[in-house]
């Protein structure tokens, strides 16, 4: 996701003073994967928790609220709002879509999902609060701006980098803390690839604060680059 276009959101977003109470509708929804798909989530702006399960479908518990504007125009909204898949070879993609793109910095979502933990997982998520727990394949995480927490087994994990353009990027577990390099005093970044699993994990902010935690003792000891 470009940043550019991210900060322009959270700045509507923050700049709207207009609050005419809130609509809302709740999505429930079962999504089958086919032998070797990753899945990726595309998400626009709230709070997402994201679960790495035993199970073999990927499950989304969402409610989408309207949060400003008037009545008449949240209602129309939430109509056409909704959660959608599509399939190719390689990915089953799962994506909030509405009737136009701009509309959407009027949507505020609460939600979990749940995915089967062995699966390699890609998220893109534009401004909120995102947080991944007991995934153990290949990860990439991408928000625009705010708060990224990821805690992963220790010893599923190969490597992690981290990048925040803008904040605080940190590694902790595994008996160590690393926290990011700096550059220019502005941005963060840290790279680890001392584990002794599989995984790699990628997260990046554009705006924020990243954190992986390492939740089991694993072989080997972090370095920052």
């Given at each position: 996701?470009?940043?550019?276009?991210?900060?322009?959101?959270?700045?509507?977003?923050?700049?709207?003073?207009?609050?005419?109470?809130?609509?809302?509708?709740?999505?429930?929804?079962?999504?089958?994967?086919?032998?070797?798909?990753a899945v990726r989530l595309d998400l626009s702006v709230g709070e997402i928790r994201i679960e790495?399960?035993?199970i073999d479908k990927v499950e989304a518990e969402l409610r989408i609220e309207c949060r400003w504007?008037?009545?008449?125009?949240?209602?129309?909204?939430?109509?056409?709002?909704?959660?959608?898949?599509?399939?190719?070879?390689?990915?089953?993609?799962?994506?909030?879509?509405?009737?136009?793109?701009?509309?959407?910095?009027?949507?505020?979502?609460?939600?979990?999902?749940?995915?089967?933990?062995?699966?390699?997982?890609?998220?893109?998520?534009?401004?909120?609060?995102?947080?991944?727990?007991?995934?153990?394949?290949?990860?990439?995480?991408?928000?625009?701006?705010?708060?990224?927490?990821?805690?992963?087994?220790?010893?599923?994990?190969?490597?992690?980098?981290?990048?925040?353009?803008?904040?605080?990027?940190?590694?902790?577990?595994?008996g160590t803390f690393v926290e990011g390099r700096r550059s220019m005093l502005v941005g963060s970044?840290?790279?680890?690839?001392?584990?002794?699993?599989?995984?790699?994990?990628?997260?990046?902010?554009?705006?924020?604060?990243?954190?992986?935690?390492?939740?089991?003792?694993?072989?080997?000891?972090?370095?920052?680059?």
């Amino acid at each position: 996701m470009r940043r550019w276009m991210v900060v322009l959101i959270a700045t509507a977003l923050l700049a709207t003073a207009a609050h005419a109470g809130s609509r809302a509708r709740e999505i429930s929804r079962r999504f089958s994967l086919a032998a070797d798909q990753a899945v990726r989530l595309d998400l626009s702006v709230g709070e997402i928790r994201i679960e790495g399960a035993d199970i073999d479908k990927v499950e989304a518990e969402l409610r989408i609220e309207c949060r400003w504007g008037n009545d008449e125009d949240c209602d129309r909204l939430l109509e056409k709002v909704d959660l959608d898949s599509r399939s190719t070879s390689r990915r089953l993609i799962l994506e909030i879509v509405s009737d136009s793109s701009w509309r959407q910095t009027k949507l505020e979502i609460e939600g979990e999902f749940r995915v089967p933990r062995d699966v390699a997982l890609e998220v893109d998520m534009g401004v909120g609060e995102l947080t991944i727990e007991g995934v153990t394949a290949d990860l990439s995480a991408d928000l625009g701006v705010g708060e990224l927490s990821i805690r992963i087994p220790a010893a599923t994990v190969r490597s992690v980098g981290l990048d925040a353009g803008v904040g605080e990027a940190k590694l902790l577990g595994a008996g160590t803390f690393v926290e990011g390099r700096r550059s220019m005093l502005v941005g963060s970044e840290v790279f680890w690839d001392d584990g002794a699993g599989e995984a790699r994990v990628r997260a990046d902010v554009g705006v924020g604060e990243v954190t992986v935690y390492l939740e089991k003792s694993g072989s080997g000891s972090a370095r920052r680059e």
